[in-house]
């Protein structure tokens, strides 16, 4: 049978391979790390489940039972959690409800060994594997097992916390074929889930660049750069980098995934319990509050469920009801445009390699640790 008319209508979730009974659905990765369905023709008997349970083509359960939804802008009480965090730290706030009791929580983090190359989603039992977690990973994680690993243990009785994109959650609620009442669920607000190869390929040529393995990283310096820049800091040999290079890159989309420019969940009926993202436009909604660039978190409450958990994280969080502000975030009301550089992007990466896109896309000049100019204003770019 015929699953994929278009790269644009599978956003890689997985779900068809796991369900489909006869196991003939393997993911494979195309040029740019992104993971499509094939079908092994001589497995499969067109019972037509892998097409009934596709979130992404059949459409997702509107779960909203708030109109409109409550809003909060809110920051961790504590300094070193928001620090750490992309935004104003309400994952942590609500993530520790859910480990408190012994509870598991899946977020996106790295796969052990990879050296950050694979993004992956994972599963936490102690606040301290939970806080790889926090701060997003601009890149599409991939779901592996996840939902298998969701479904058992909600069977065990355990509460499960999943947090993830708009596709990610209606895909795990089509899996899942019905609600459970110690699930809860939270999704981002997604500009879009850019490529997995390229991001190994950036980690690949700033290794080169700066002469050394990457040990840690952050996607976005908020604590040097502030809050409202988005410059991406590598730690090589015991020294911290920045740049613009792969930021350049995601903010012109060109290196998104195709169903991005589609994407169903782009609204406001949300598929989580509670939706997070950066609160941009906080300074109409809250003047004056929280206005140091350090980052503050938008938090919208979808179900009951999701205002039950928000009832009990809020003891960590400093708040402000904005329930009814006219939100300025895009991806609320429509999917990220189409770039009209999108096809010439992926032309030029397939024909002359990544190191020519980054010279021609961005203003980055790739030098190596032989060039005697090489790495004296990495942090002046």
């Avoid at 080169?208 to 090589?236: C, I, M, P, Q, S």
């Avoid at 660039?293 to 938090?299: C, E, N």
Wanted: net charge positive; glycine share 8%.
């Amino acid at each position: 049978m015929e699953l994929l008319k278009d790269k644009a209508d599978c956003c890689g979730c997985r779900t068809c391979e796991k369900v489909c009974p006869q196991n003939a659905i393997t993911m494979i990765e195309d040029e740019g790390g992104f993971l499509y369905p094939h079908i092994d023709e001589k497995k499969c008997v067109d019972c037509g489940l892998c097409l009934k349970k596709c979130a992404f083509q059949s459409g997702y359960p509107k779960r909203k039972e708030f109109q409109p939804y409550y809003a909060y802008g809110c920051r961790h009480k504590k300094e070193h959690v928001y620090k750490k965090s992309r935004s104003g730290g309400a994952f942590v706030a609500i993530s520790s409800r859910i480990l408190e009791k012994k509870g598991i929580v899946f977020g996106v983090g790295y796969e052990e060994g990879s050296r950050f190359r694979r993004i992956i989603h994972k599963s936490a039992e102690t606040k301290h594997d939970r806080n790889e977690f926090c701060g997003s990973k601009y890149v599409q994680s991939d779901l592996g097992d996840t939902f298998l690993s969701v479904k058992e243990n909600l069977k065990a009785g355990r509460k499960v916390l999943f947090s993830g994109t708009g596709c990610q959650i209606g895909a795990l609620h089509s899996y899942l074929g019905k609600e459970y009442s110690d699930l809860y669920t939270i999704d981002i607000i997604c500009h879009s889930t850019p490529s997995p190869q390229i991001w190994k390929d950036f980690l690949d040529l700033r290794e080169k660049e700066l002469g050394g393995e990457v040990t840690a990283l952050n996607f976005r310096n908020k604590n040097r750069f502030g809050w409202k820049a988005h410059r991406e800091t590598l730690t090589v040999n015991g020294k911290s980098k920045s740049s613009r290079i792969f930021a350049a890159l995601f903010s012109k989309s060109v290196m998104s995934r195709p169903s991005c420019f589609k994407c169903a969940y782009t609204n406001k009926n949300r598929p989580g319990d509670i939706t997070i993202a950066d609160f941009w436009g906080h300074e109409k909604a809250i003047p004056g509050k929280w206005d140091d660039d350090k980052g503050i978190s938008l938090v919208l409450i979808n179900t009951y469920r999701g205002q039950l958990l928000w009832e009990e994280a809020k003891k960590d969080l400093e708040w402000i009801d904005v329930t009814g502000y006219p939100f300025r975030h895009h991806n609320l009301k429509h999917p990220t445009k189409y770039p009209e550089i999108y096809e010439e992007f992926w032309k030029d990466y397939k024909e002359n390699g990544f190191e020519y896109c980054i010279e021609k896309y961005t203003k980055h000049k790739i030098t190596f640790p032989d060039d005697e100019e090489a790495n004296k204003s990495e942090d002046s770019k």
